[in-house]
């Protein structure tokens, strides 16, 4: 490899190609070998498996995914970085570039055309400014992936993994779990990227069930139950859930089913676990 998780390796190739990092893209390159073996490890690649990458950036992490997977996948919005990578990656013959919007592309037929329609495993140094569109984009999306191991902000980490009563706890939170099991990985300073973000990070391993851990007959209801109940958080369930537009539902129906439910009518949406809204989903009328 050519050593890009050395940072003056990546000073090097960033000068001799007269890169200018584009803040429009959140380009924070990783620059820690430590860090990027960390995330590699956490990723459960395999010789096995097709990796994902989403935004290679200059490769650095991309080489450490070539060495472990059968091939590697990575998904680059910048067509400025296309040439710099295939300097960088030109040593492995199991990587495909593709110079593109992941949030544009159809991944059941990316699957098909690398992976002979089998999951990927996605790996990621996610742009912070568009981290949860790309990750519920695959989960909502029902994406051909089997696990998501990704460096994002720190605070967004820590959404995803957290339980009823935090609070850091919402929507993220349980649409997370909803479609995945989620295992913090490890914090990372700012000092492990070029340039320096102004948040800590950290990497999060997500497990992709291949059954939700609930039953419930509306998956699309579901999640608009749990966006009510969040984007009115102060309020309790009932009157978030009775001022949404689009439920159908009253306050004193939302009350009403808490209640049979052995919960308190005033209860908050924060209190509320992932199986405790899909049964409040099917007492709902």
Excluded: W
């Excluded at 620059?31 to 989403?54: F, G, M, N, R």
């Excluded at 089913?257 to 809204?277: D, I, K, N, Y």
Aim: proline share 6%; net charge neutral.
């Amino acid at each position: 490899m050519t050593g890009l998780g050395i940072p003056q390796n990546t000073i090097e190739v960033l000068q001799r190609h007269d890169f200018h990092i584009q803040k429009r893209y959140g380009q924070n390159f990783l620059v820690d070998a430590h860090v990027l073996q960390k995330i590699v490890d956490a990723s459960l690649v395999t010789k096995e498996d097709c990796v994902l990458e989403i935004g290679p950036g200059l490769g650095a992490m991309t080489q450490y995914l070539a060495e472990r997977a059968g091939s590697v996948v990575a998904v680059e919005i910048d067509r400025n970085l296309m040439p710099i990578l295939q300097e960088t990656l030109s040593g492995y013959d199991n990587v495909a570039l593709v110079n593109a919007d992941i949030l544009k592309v159809d991944l059941d037929r990316l699957a098909e055309e690398k992976n002979g329609g089998r999951p990927f495993r996605v790996v990621a140094n996610l742009p912070y400014y568009i981290t949860t569109p790309i990750i519920m984009g695959l989960l909502e999306g029902h994406a051909p992936v089997k696990s998501i191991t990704v460096m994002v902000q720190k605070e967004v980490a820590q959404r995803m993994q957290m339980g009823p009563g935090g609070k850091e706890y919402g929507a993220l939170s349980l649409a997370v779990q909803y479609y995945a099991k989620p295992k913090l990985v490890a914090d990372v300073p700012p000092n492990c990227f070029i340039p320096r973000p102004g948040v800590g990070s950290a990497v999060i391993h997500l497990d992709c069930y291949q059954e939700p851990p609930v039953a419930v007959e509306d998956e699309k209801r579901l999640f608009a139950v749990i966006r009510a109940a969040f984007n009115q958080r102060r309020k309790t369930l009932a009157n978030a859930l009775g001022n949404a537009p689009g439920l159908s539902v009253t306050r004193e129906q939302t009350a009403e089913a808490l209640v049979r439910m052995g919960l308190s009518p005033t209860v908050r949406g924060e209190a509320l676990s992932l199986e405790q809204f899909a049964a409040l989903c099917r007492e709902l009328p």
